[in-house]
């Protein structure tokens, strides 16, 4: 049974200036040996999934966050820290040492985030999301996020979260030979969400961070 607390509330729960966040966050990912693209790309992809005006991480709506693939689990991380009303749920199918590093060493800048952050090692084609402990109406107002998860993942990502009605952000990266067919078509892709009784929003971040820069915000018609 995956358990997650939600810490609105607590003092040191506020919304950091950014400046502050990337300069203390590129020296931790010196020391735990991650490379400073991807603190770019978490942070433009969250810039550019707010300013379509369909998400507002931190608000009542969207207070959780679903870290699918996280990897070295800097995306969820980050959207804690900047949006202190923020809970990150995160899941992979195994916990690295990067993840281990990275997040210890914020935890030891931050102490209070460790009650944001939360992780379960899971394969995504298992995963449930209604078998957390989040009360329903949290349950149905929360995201799921994805940066570059390859081939079938983004696929089963996009699923996870029309099944549990959920607004999702995705960039995804490779898509040959995935068995989610629409995902290697923009227009299928596109046609897919949409019929699924959600609005979506496509955007770019700047491709000299990543050439897989393409950006997917998909919001239930209920929220728009």
């Known amino acids: 049974m995956l358990s997650l607390r939600l ?3 607590n003092s040191e729960a506020r919304m950091t200036s950014e400046c502050e966040l990337e300069l203390v966050l590129k020296n931790i990912l010196d020391g735990c040996n991650i490379e400073q693209k991807h603190l770019r790309k978490v942070s433009e992809f969250v810039s ?12 009542q709506n969207y207070q959780v966050v679903y870290d699918l693939c996280c990897g070295n689990g800097l995306l969820g991380m980050y959207l ?13 199918k195994v916990q690295t040492t990067k993840y281990c590093s990275l ?9 209070t985030v460790s009650n944001q952050i ?3 090692e899971a394969d995504i084609f298992d995963l449930d999301l209604s078998t957390t402990n989040l009360p329903v109406q949290q349950k149905k107002s929360g995201i799921v996020c994805a940066i570059h998860a390859c081939g079938d993942l983004t696929g089963r990502v996009v699923d996870i979260a029309i099944k549990n009605s959920l607004s999702f952000a995705i ?8 068995a989610y067919q629409f995902v290697q078509n923009d227009r299928l892709f596109l046609n897919y969400i949409r019929d699924q009784g959600y609005s979506v929003h496509v955007s770019f ?14 919001v239930p ?4």
């Open 103 to 111: 997040r210890k060493s914020i935890s030891r800048i931050y102490p």
């Open 80 to 92: 804690a820290l900047k949006y202190g009303e923020v809970t990150s749920f995160q899941f992979d």
């Open 7 to 9: 810490n609105p509330n």
């Open 48 to 59: 550019v999934v707010q300013s379509g005006e369909l998400i507002n991480f931190g608000d």
């Open 171 to 178: 960039m995804p990266c490779c898509h040959k030979g995935s």
């Open 205 to 218: 971040i700047d491709s000299k961070i990543t050439p897989k820069n393409k950006v997917f915000v998909g």
């Open 118 to 120: 939360y992780f379960e």
């Open 221 to 224: 018609n209920k929220f728009t």
